[in-house]
Nanobody, 121 residues
């Protein structure tokens, strides 16, 4: 079984910072792309940032210059450093990872349960 567990969410004032973490555990042989998504109340889920195994990153336009995605392959963990937070960043943030559970197995996508980020004005 593979599990993704997020941490680091919370309540912060506008202009503040938070750092989210997402660790993969269980039967993890290798991880390809890792990503962060978010979903605000009444809105569709949005892809926030992605990072490949070799460190190539991509961001949605609204967070460029404020958020940084990174990963530690030895720890099977992805991070999202969020700076200059705005009230419109309020959402449940979830991580997603493309994981191969065993040698010779196929890659499957896994989701964490999410962590709430609330930015007050």
């Amino acid at each position: 079984q593979v599990q993704l567990v997020e941490s680091g969410g919370g309540l912060v004032q506008a202009g503040g910072s938070l750092r989210l973490s997402c660790a993969a555990s269980g039967s993890v042989f290798s991880i390809d792309v890792m990503a962060w998504y978010r979903q605000a109340p009444g809105k569709q889920r949005e892809l926030v940032a992605t990072i490949t195994r070799t460190g190539s990153t991509d961001y949605v336009e609204s967070v460029k210059g404020r958020f940084t995605i990174s990963r530690d392959n030895a720890k099977n963990t992805v991070y999202l450093q969020m700076n200059s937070l705005k009230p419109e960043d309020t959402a449940v943030y979830s991580c997603n990872a493309n994981i191969r559970a065993e040698l010779g197995g196929r890659y499957d996508y896994y989701w964490g349960l999410g962590t709430q980020v609330t930015v007050s004005s």
